[in-house]
């Protein structure tokens, strides 16, 4: 897919989601978001992106915030662009219980993105693997869940988990690191499989 405009069009872009999208642990500090605009940038387009990534949010807390966040940040004179990622948090376990209920992530999902479609350009990144055999099957059901609501609203929905799932360094750097997030390499891989993607605006 080509550019969404010319380059000389003001492009401005919101990644919204958790820490995988913040990019913490990150060497560099720049996790996936950043590396993909870094490459944009370097072949001159236009741009001005926002990392709205927060630590431990979850779908209902995105879907709180998210609406404000990127009208404060998108206007309407400008190419309005926007990535979703999250549902790891979803799926973890706190105090015996799955931090957010299925049902009430699918819908807060479904609400997401409903709304967001309707007033901007929009793609969804699907949560990545975790280096727990447990956790890794709550997150692949949903990574499936949400990809059928994003079909459903012709929302274009990446799936990384089994790429990433089967990836050396991604793994590798979670377990040596926090038991969660990768570094360098892991995002890495993680931003290449983004950039590689046919609906990617910035190819």
Excluded at 21 to 26: E, I
């Amino acid at each position: 897919m080509s550019d969404p405009q010319p380059k000389n069009i003001d492009h401005r872009i919101c990644f919204v989601g958790d820490s995988f999208v913040q990019g913490t642990s990150d060497p560099l500090c720049l996790g996936w978001a950043g590396r993909l605009i870094q490459s944009a940038v370097a072949r001159g387009i236009n741009i001005t992106h926002y990392n709205l990534g927060i630590r431990r949010d979850t779908s209902r807390d995105i879907a709180a915030r998210w609406e404000a966040e990127c009208a404060a940040r998108l206007p309407a004179d400008c190419e309005q662009l926007l990535v979703f990622s999250f549902g790891v948090n979803d799926t973890s376990i706190y105090e015996g219980s799955l931090r957010v209920p299925e049902q009430e992530s699918l819908a807060n999902c479904q609400s997401i993105l409903s709304t967001a479609t309707s007033r901007y350009k929009t793609l969804m990144i699907g949560p990545p693997p975790m280096p727990d055999a447990s956790h890794n099957r709550r997150v692949a059901q949903l990574d499936q869940q949400f990809a059928d609501i994003a079909a459903g609203l012709n929302v274009p929905y990446l799936s990384v988990f089994e790429v990433l799932r089967k990836d050396e360094h991604w793994l590798k750097e979670a377990i040596a690191n926090d038991f969660a997030h990768p570094r360098q390499q892991g995002y890495e891989r993680l931003a290449g499989l983004v950039q590689d993607w046919s609906e990617w605006w910035f190819k």
